[in-house]
């Protein structure tokens, strides 16, 4: 059975740090590009960053420098490192993994925690 997983997410305080989790079941990260996004309320979607299956990272520009994401294979898991947390990080964030692969589209989401950055 294919499962993404995310951690319990929690309230922090601005300047705190946060790391979420995504595990897998079912399938393998490695072979997916594997993806943060995040919707705070009233507002649309947005892509935090994510990691490709070779490995490579990329991120929104606002989130350079604070947000980190990487894998464990072993056991495969794809994290997001959340450091010096503003208020406006505060959201719901998800995880996917997605893969195409000979013209079918393999597309796994997790199911969302919130996350909220205040005093």
């Known amino acids: 059975q294919v499962q993404v997983v995310e951690s319990v997410g929690g309230l922090v305080q601005p300047g705190e740090s946060l790391r979420l989790s995504c595990a897998a079941s079912g399938f393998t990260f490695s072979l997916y590009d594997t993806s943060w996004y995040r919707q705070a309320p009233g507002e649309v979607r947005e892509l935090v960053g994510r990691?490709?299956?070779?490995?490579?990272?990329k991120y929104q520009d606002s989130m350079k420098g604070r947000f980190t994401i990487f894998r464990d294979n072993a056991k495969n898991t794809v994290y997001l490192q959340m450091n010096s947390l503003k208020p406006e990080d505060t959201a719901v964030y998800y995880c996917?993994?997605?893969?195409?692969?000979?013209?079918?589209?393999?597309?796994?989401w997790g199911q969302g925690t919130q996350v909220t950055v205040s005093s």
């Open positions: 990691i490709i299956a070779g490995g490579s990272t």
């Open positions: 996917n993994a997605r893969r195409i692969w000979l013209g079918k589209v393999y597309d796994y």
